[in-house]
């Protein structure tokens, strides 16, 4: 008669999966990947209650989530993601910190825009007041540039075919996963949740490209795209947690390529661009910031920024070519659509707004 109560009880399904997550110290550990996928299902499903999603999502920080596990909960997720209307090919998904930056400006955002004015094609994906920071967003950034955005997905595959740019937020891709934000509010700390999104795309079979915020996650979030079956990806040790990739000739960057891993440095000498990391970045994000940086590189002005802007370009166009370019050739190429005036082309008023 209890078992009976029990089992119509709100979560009454996932207790057992808590039960194996929430062990003793003694036996606090890794799950199998299996039972991983079935808890994200049941947590995105709303089969487990919030109690038992924080409780599951906190310990799981508290053990340590191994790569398996993270490539387990992403598999699970991207099975709810709704997906990008598109029949291109060589496409980059472009994913730093959801919860945007508290420090610095977002010169990502221009970054995308330029590499697709060089040819790339650029999906970003993110967020906005995602905890724990609730920062500023990749999208606060493409606003101040005038760019209406992020866009819901029909919109989003008519950028892309338009421009190769969009942009667009789990909200519209992954509304599941957006639908525990006060949840993640709640819990204070970030949680796999924090790693999967940046793993899974509207757009599948996309590369990637993941910025994070620790050196540690060089090593797992690689060996998580892996497990997770992704074929080609970049991840990179950004500002912030960010999109962007610092030019300072020792942040290391993480190839994903055909199940391989291969960890390299880049020169900036041999792109043709001086040196720039985060302290080259403006701290203040004010309103026509973005858009006064932008107008800037369009009008030729040299230094930091637009190195690291060209920079980061040029590894969204690397990527969105799937290798059938070298990475100095793309340089060369976003070093072409700044100086040419392609840029220029799609920022036609005077006040220096871009327009996918």
């Known amino acids: 008669?209890?078992?009976?109560?029990?089992?119509?009880?709100?979560?009454?399904?996932?207790?057992?999966?808590?039960?194996?997550?929430?062990?003793?110290?003694?036996?606090?550990?890794?799950?199998d990947p299996e039972l991983c996928e079935r808890a994200m299902e049941g947590i995105l499903s709303g089969e487990a209650t919030p109690a038992q999603a924080a409780a599951f999502l906190l310990v799981g920080r508290a053990a340590g989530d191994s790569p398996p596990e993270i490539a387990a909960y992403a598999r699970a997720a991207s099975r709810f993601v709704r997906k990008l209307d598109t029949s291109g090919e060589n496409i980059a998904t472009v994913a730093?910190?959801?919860?945007?930056?508290?420090?610095?400006?977002?010169?990502?955002?221009?970054?995308s825009l330029v590499a697709a004015a060089a040819g790339a094609k650029v999906v970003v994906a993110g967020g906005e007041k995602v905890p724990t920071k609730e920062g500023r967003t990749?999208?606060?950034?493409?606003?101040?540039?005038?760019?209406?955005?992020?866009?819901?997905?029909?919109?989003?595959?008519?950028?892309?075919e338009q421009s190769g740019f969009a942009a667009t937020t789990s909200e519209h891709y992954l509304p599941e996963l957006h639908s525990l934000l006060g949840l993640r509010w709640e819990m204070a700390r970030r949680t796999s949740?924090?790693?999967?999104?940046?793993?899974?795309?509207?757009?599948?079979?996309?590369?990637?490209?993941?910025?994070?915020?620790?050196?540690?996650?060089?090593?797992?979030?690689?060996?998580?795209?892996?497990?997770?079956?992704?074929?080609?990806?970049?991840?990179?040790?950004?500002?912030?947690?960010?999109?962007?990739?610092?030019?300072?000739g020792k942040s290391s960057l993480v190839l994903v390529r055909d199940g391989g891993v291969e960890e390299f440095h880049i020169e900036p000498e041999s792109l043709g661009l001086g040196r720039a990391g985060g302290s080259d970045i403006p701290w203040r994000d004010e309103?026509?910031?973005?858009?006064?940086?932008?107008?800037?590189?369009?009008?030729?002005?040299?230094?930091?920024?637009?190195?690291?802007i060209a920079y980061n370009a040029a590894l969204r166009l690397w990527m969105s070519k799937g290798g059938s370019a070298s990475l100095e050739e793309s340089a060369e190429k976003v070093r072409d659509a700044l100086d040419s005036g392609t840029v220029a082309?799609?920022?036609?008023?005077?006040?220096?707004?871009f327009h996918c």
């Open 1 to 31: 008669m209890n078992r009976s109560r029990d089992s119509e009880r709100p979560g009454a399904s996932f207790r057992e999966l808590l039960k194996e997550r929430a062990r003793g110290p003694a036996q606090l550990g890794h799950l």
């Open 96 to 111: 730093g910190g959801f919860d945007g930056k508290l420090r610095t400006m977002n010169v990502g955002a221009a970054s």
């Open 138 to 160: 990749v999208f606060d950034a493409l606003r101040n540039l005038g760019v209406a955005a992020p866009q819901n997905l029909d919109e989003a595959a008519r950028s892309l």
């Open 193 to 248: 949740l924090n790693v999967i999104e940046k793993l899974v795309s509207p757009v599948p079979g996309s590369a990637r490209m993941v910025g994070v915020t620790h050196g540690s996650f060089l090593k797992s979030v690689p060996a998580a795209l892996v497990g997770f079956g992704v074929g080609r990806a970049l991840v990179f040790q950004a500002v912030e947690g960010s999109d962007e990739a610092p030019l300072d």
């Open 287 to 308: 309103k026509d910031e973005s858009s006064r940086i932008m107008a800037a590189l369009i009008s030729g002005e040299r230094g930091a920024v637009r190195n690291l």
């Open 345 to 353: 082309e799609l920022m036609p008023d005077p006040g220096g707004k």
